[in-house]
């Protein structure tokens, strides 16, 4: 099936149709590789479009640039705890700098987001954004 015969004098010639066994094989392994390698990837990149959510929605609110740092800690907290952010509270303390610019205050927020591969092998990500907490402009 899928193979035609031609007569050529006294030679056949063979013209087959479709991808062979081992062509078959090849891609199937290679599509189980890339889906194997998006599913450990997957959670990496979903972790950091939830910080970067989290730290985007922190920067927009009206009250942001008086808040403490002990405040900031705990408002992303509460944040990270909705969005299942895997760090703690002493993580996120730990990995927050400040610093008065003259927009506000520039908020920087760094950390590893770690995803094993196989049981010897990791993929980190280093995470870094840094946004600004502006002050409340008069209206």
Known sequence: M????????EAK??????????????????FLGLAYFT?????????????????DSLASSDNSYTMTSRQISSALDRRFSIDYVSLTPKDIVKNISLKK?????????????????????????????????ARQKNK
């Open 2 to 9: 899928g193979e035609h015969s031609f007569q050529r004098g």
């Open 13 to 30: 010639l063979y013209v087959s149709k479709g991808v062979g066994f081992y062509s078959f094989i090849f891609f199937l392994l290679m």
């Open 39 to 55: 599913i450990k990837v997957y959670p990496i990149f979903n972790e950091k479009l939830k910080v970067d959510s989290a730290l």
């Open 101 to 133: 610019v003259p927009e506000g205050v520039e908020l920087t927020f760094s950390y590893l987001i770690n995803s094993a591969l196989t049981k010897k092998f990791n993929l980190t990500y280093s995470y870094e954004k840094t946004v600004i907490l």
